[in-house]
């Protein structure tokens, strides 16, 4: 019997630095990986070297530091780049990295026609859900079509652009907004392409064809199969209509996935292998709708980063599905079934009336606010059916009687934790760089950068010529940041619907009665700030306490993502706050809420109580409980009315 072949399997990592990084790679690809996922540092994806204020605390904490070509060089040491699928998760830097990648395999004569691989370079769900983004929309856009018109002449495997639903699922997207959300980003970015006016007919064609998504599948595989044959109905619709693509083989939806790590649980995490097993079969189990590629998230996820042993789990699971069953062995097996058509169809339509607003708005960059709003809308809803437990979470909301775990007893020793010394050999080692480069081959490549940036010519030829000169991440960024400027995305708390809209709870009234009480003793209404400190810009937990807050009669004082410990204390101070809610997912928690601790202390408001929300391994929860921290919320702490009760609590108990 004819099997098909199996899709590419990766496992989505990188930390510390870069050789540890490959030495991770070699190890994966010695188990039977056929493809690398590299995860890049936070300052690698926001545009700043390891040495810069912003960085410190984050850097190799939730990927790989890539600074300039020598770095680049030793995460693919001894890994063939001309016989290597990689795929990068990179953003904002999307052009910068691949420009190094390009200039790697210059330096070891490995043609550019040779390279494939995946850029994700898909800035529009930075801006909703994952917070990497640098430039303002039309700059960034601007730097997205350079990549894709680059790639379609000059290395034709690539796939350009990633356009990535992943992240907002994990933002609280449904299904139909997932779909909508993602073709409409896929919109703005062919339109400037074909606006740039830089490609003829048949190569925005090929254009087309290279675009690739990155989904995202929730343990509801029925509906994900549903939804991958929409997503793929409706791509192939949108690029014959709209763009003109005659060839049916350069409008098929080709994507890769990563599941679901917003459902994986800290309360029994060995419940999560199940889950991935189901969610892998969401974008399998359809042979007309099946991923390209797969990674999947590992038991632990919810803890903390991954060990190598957990990695060979997930990948495992992916080997199990693709060569001991009989999954590949046959067409699709959905077709015919009435069920599947008519939840197909109703996804389709549902996403196509969605879609439709967006782009009666303007397209998805005029619609940003909205479409920001609609995903923290969703988010907390399906907080608040979690809370009432009309959604059942097994192990957290439901059976969640338990014999003690033989994987996990609460210490840290069941994940990986990155060493603080790491972030200091990183900055020795970029130092020794620089010392070594010519100063005057590097002025000139930044010269010719800026050249392209203000003139509009591609900007890839001259990003390759900064690697090869020994630019770094940085000077690679700053250059365009002082002509493109920087950007800040909406929060979308100023339009989302209250929590208590539709079903008021009485926990919910008791605390707002609470909420109202403390502001009679007070004199004025509880104040709470809701502060992303650091370079993480995961802001969903941050952004549903502010929602909470706000409608259990908080004010809320919420600026967003990317603050110092400084702008955070500031704003403490200015805005006569009661309480402080901190949110870190990026494990830089040890480095930078003591700075915050100390600042206030400087300033007078050491008795000001601050809370700490985040992936926080119990040893360092501790630690932080030590150094003054009144509350620490893991992903456990689920239920968000007691959280807000909590807060309730320290502030009151702080002005007596």
Known sequence: MQRDNPWVMRTYSGHSTAEASNALYRLNLSKGQTGLSVAFDLPTQTGYDSDHSLARGEVGKVGVPICHLDDMQTLFDEIPLDQMNTSMTINATAAW??????????????????????????????????????????????????????????????????????????????PVQEVAYALATAIAILDTLRDAGGLNAEQLAVAVGRMSFFVNASVRFIEEVCKLRAFGQLWDELACDRYGVTEPKLRRFRYGVQVNSLGLTEAQPENNVPRIVLEALGVTLSKDAR????????????????????????????????????????????????VIEAKTTAVKTAARQELERVLDMGGVIAALDSV??????????????????????????????????????????????VDEAAERDQIERLNTFRAARNP???????????????????????????????VTTGEWSETLRQIFGAFRAPTGLGGAPAVGRRTETDQLAAVRARVHAAAEVLGRPLRVLV??????????????????????????????????????????????????????????????????????????????????????????????????????????????????????????????
């Not at 999947?296 to 042993?309: I, K, M, S, V």
């Not at 800026?450 to 010529?465: K, Y």
């Open 97 to 174: 990295l691949l420009a190094l990648y390009i200039a790697l395999a210059e330096r070891r004569g490995v043609a550019q026609t040779a390279l494939q691989g995946t850029t994700q370079n898909d800035i529009v769900k930075e801006y909703l859900s994952r917070g990497t983004y640098i430039f303002p929309p039309q700059p960034s856009l601007r730097l997205i079509s350079d990549v894709i018109a680059y790639t379609v002449t000059h290395v034709p495997k690539w796939n350009p652009v990633n356009v990535c639903s992943y992240h907002l699922q994990e933002a609280g997207a449904t």
């Open 291 to 338: 991923c390209r590629a797969m990674q999947l998230p590992t038991w632990n996820e919810a803890l903390g980063l991954p060990r190598p042993w957990d990695q060979q789990w997930s990948l495992r699971i992916q080997q199990i599905l693709a060569f001991e069953t009989d999954l590949l062995e046959y067409g699709d097996i959905f077709e015919g079934s009435k």
């Open 372 to 417: 920001k709003e609609q995903l923290v809308a969703s988010h907390t809803e399906r907080v608040r059916r979690i809370n009432t437990k009309e959604q059942l979470v097994v192990g957290v909301n439901a059976f969640t009687e338990t014999a003690p775990s033989p994987l996990y007893n609460g210490e840290s020793s069941a994940i990986l934790k």
């Open 440 to 470: 005057a081959e590097v002025e000139a490549a930044l010269a010719g950068l800026a050249e392209a940036a203000r003139g509009g010519t591609n900007i890839m030829p001259a990003s390759v010529r900064c690697a090869h000169a020994g």
């Open 531 to 656: 502060g992303k400190p650091g370079l993480d810009g995961h802001s969903n937990g941050a952004e549903q306490v502010a929602v909470w807050c706000r409608d259990a009669g908080m004010e809320v004082v919420y600026e967003g993502i990317r603050l110092t410990p400084d702008q955070i204390v500031a704003s403490a101070r200015d805005e006569g706050v009661h309480v402080i809610g901190l949110s870190i997912l990026s494990g830089s928690h040890l480095r930078l809420v003591p700075e915050i601790l100390d600042g206030l202390k400087a300033e007078g408001l050491d008795t000001l109580p601050v809370v700490v929300g985040g992936i926080i391994p119990e040893d360092d929860a501790e630690s932080l409980r030590r150094a003054g921290v009144a509350r620490v919320y893991t992903p456990k702490d689920f239920e968000m009315v007691q959280i807000v009760s909590d807060m309730v609590d320290v502030a009151a108990g702080a002005e007596r």
